[in-house]
């Protein structure tokens, strides 16, 4: 993994995965492919989206979104280990890997537009820097570099936010009228994020081409 800029949850991800690697061999030997387990975080999370939209107007309904971000970290977690791990890396599964990920948040973060004060607007901002992140970072790829992960709002990140918010809106605690602040909190914060994934990039590319030289 290519050393970020700014600190994330993401460089807790190898103790995480440690955790985790014991149900991962489990996994493997039942057959289970790192593209079932992409697919069925993405078919998850759109599931469980279109589920808290459809009630969101019962507040404890977004538990399932916190639940859900939880899961779906775990899931990321195990389809990278039976890749990486078990020999099952394939073309197939970078493209289901990146595209997943993207329909995952953006299903999981819709249903917060229904619940003031946030308001489709904010939230669709967020979606679409969520995308340019994500983008920002798989890029890395295209250029000699590595895939980026530089902070300081990557997708661990994001669900650690909102998975506080969905936790925070199902508790039934009013929600203060500053909490909308958090949105374009967000949004500075994803731009940066961007912004250091394409620095990070074009520098890591320039230094392998002289490498090379």
Known sequence: MA????PTFYALKPRFQGLLRPLAASLHRLAITPNLVTVAAALGSMAAG??????ADSRRVFLIVSAWLLARMALNAIDGML????DQKSVPGA?????GDVVSDAALYAPFALIAPFEPFGIGLIII?????????VLGLAVGASRRYDGPMGKSDRAVVFGI????????????????WAVPALAVLLAVTAVNRVRAGILEAARAGSSHR
């Open 129 to 137: 820097l969520s995308i340019v992140t994500e983008l920002a970072g």
């Open 165 to 180: 918010l969905g936790l925070w809106i199902a508790s039934s605690a009013p929600i203060p009228p500053w909490v909308l």
């Open 95 to 99: 493209y289901l890997n990146e595209i």
């Open 3 to 6: 050393s970020g800029i700014t």
């Open 50 to 55: 279109a589920g808290v939209a459809w009630r």
């Open 83 to 86: 890749a990486r791990e078990f």
